[in-house]
C-alpha cells in the first residue's frame, strides 16, 4: 500500500498542476432526498467548483449512476462541460468503475478533488479506497451532501479519519490562484466569484467599484 503526501507545508496545497477533479452522482435522485444541505445551495457550490477547474484547465471527470433511473446529470453542471458524456455507472463506489480510474490515472495527477451526493456512500467510498491507492485526496464538503446533516458529519469525520482533506469549493478556488498576481485566470476567477460566490460575490463587486473609483487603498 502506498502512502499519501503529507498534510503539512506548501506541497499540501492544491494547485492547478497537481489536480484531478471527479464529481459524482449529482443528479434528480440523490437531490431529492438530500437533506443535509440546501439542495439549491449544492447545485450552486457544485457548478462554481465545475467553473472553477474549467479555469484553470484542471482535468474534470464527471459520472452518474444509472441515470436511466436516477435521472441525467443536473443541467448547470453539464452545461459548464456540454461535450462531455458522463460514464453512467452500475457501482455504487465510483472507485470501483475501472473507467473512472482509468480517466484520472491518465491525467497522471495525484491531487483528486471529489465532491459527491451522498456523502456517507459515493463520497466515502472512493474517498476511502483512493486514499489506499496513494492519491493525496481533497473532499469537497460543500459541493456534496448527504440524506440526514448527521450522515453528511459522520462521513466527513470518517474520511479525515482515513486521511482525506476535507475542503469548501471556494478554498479550491483560492488554492488554485494562490496569487493575485496570476493575471491569466484572474478574470475567471473573478467570473466564477460573481456567478458562485453569494456574500463574496458582492465583496468583490464592491472591491472592483473602488478600483474602478480610484478610491482603493
Known sequence: MTTTAAKT?????????KSVVVLIDH???QFANLHSHDPAQVVNNVVGLAKAAKVFNVPTILTTVIE?????????LQDVFPDQKPINRTFI???EDQRVVDAVKKTGRKQLVIAALWSEICLAMPVIQALGEGYDVFAVTDASGGVTLEAHEMAVRRMVQAGAVPITWMAVLGEWQR???????????SDVVSEHGGGSAIALAWEMQLLS?????
Do not use: C, F, M
Open 27 to 29: 443528479q434528480p435522485y
Open 9 to 17: 507545508g506548501l506541497e499540501a496545497l492544491l494547485s492547478p498542476e
Open 93 to 95: 463506489n465510483t472507485w
Open 213 to 217: 473609483t480610484g478610491r482603493h487603498k
Open 68 to 76: 436511466e433511473r436516477g435521472g441525467y446529470l443536473i443541467k448547470g
Open 179 to 189: 496569487d493575485w498576481a496570476r493575471e491569466k485566470t484572474l478574470a475567471g476567477v
